[in-house]
């Protein structure tokens, strides 16, 4: 058995599980942004054309609703990705509830998801995102592609201040650059 440094444990719940998402779509949702602010702005637009032009009272109704629809998705739009994740996530693992033990050993990091196991190298630790509750480390993938890894910020063995500090100190110097920043 590989020597584990420290451990990471938790359940997936659909509030982490969201929380994630919400960070990732604030970071990385620009382009849907943008595009969500154009198609309400269009939508609106075609609104007040059947309004004004038209005076077709089902067609302006449809594009209110189409604008009103577009405008939410700007602040709000990784909701059903997240939703459908979620289902999407306990339906591939076969159960009702994702369990995650995440060890980290000398050479590399032990992942189990359910009855789902690999590894991820050190190497490809690329950043940190951080939500009130999760740690989410940025992987580098191939092509260009950014994976993610959860760590819930309670779920570690030691808990300990200065338990936690070496972790930090451990992964920053495992990834040969500051995932997390001094004094974390």
């Known amino acids: 058995m590989v020597e584990q440094l420290f451990e990471n444990r938790f359940i997936l719940t659909r509030k982490l599980h969201r929380e994630y998402y919400r960070e990732f779509?604030?970071?990385?949702?620009r382009n849907i942004k943008i595009i969500s602010t154009v198609l309400a702005c269009i939508s609106a637009a075609i609104f007040l054309l059947f309004v004004i032009l038209f005076r077709s009272a089902f067609a302006a109704t449809f594009f209110l609703v189409l604008s009103v629809y577009f405008f939410l998705m700007i602040p709000y739009g990784y909701v059903f990705r997240e939703w459908i994740g979620y289902r999407?996530?306990?339906r591939d693992h076969e159960a009702s509830a994702i369990f995650q033990i995440v060890s980290f050993c000398r050479d590399r990091i032990h992942v189990k998801v359910n009855k789902l196991e690999f590894d991820i190298a050190y190497d490809q630790l690329d950043g940190l995102m951080e939500t009130e509750e999760l740690w989410i480390?940025?992987?580098k993938g191939k092509n260009g592609l950014q994976n993610t890894q959860l760590l819930w910020k309670?779920?570690?063995k030691d808990k300990s201040e200065e338990?936690?500090?070496e972790f930090f100190g451990f992964?920053?110097?495992?990834?040969?650059?500051?995932?997390?920043a001094a004094g974390e």
């Open 163 to 165: 338990g936690l500090k």
């Open 25 to 29: 779509y604030r970071r990385n949702g």
């Open 171 to 180: 992964i920053n110097d495992k990834g040969r650059k500051s995932i997390f």
């Open 88 to 90: 999407g996530l306990k």
């Open 154 to 156: 309670k779920g570690f």
């Open 137 to 139: 480390l940025l992987l």
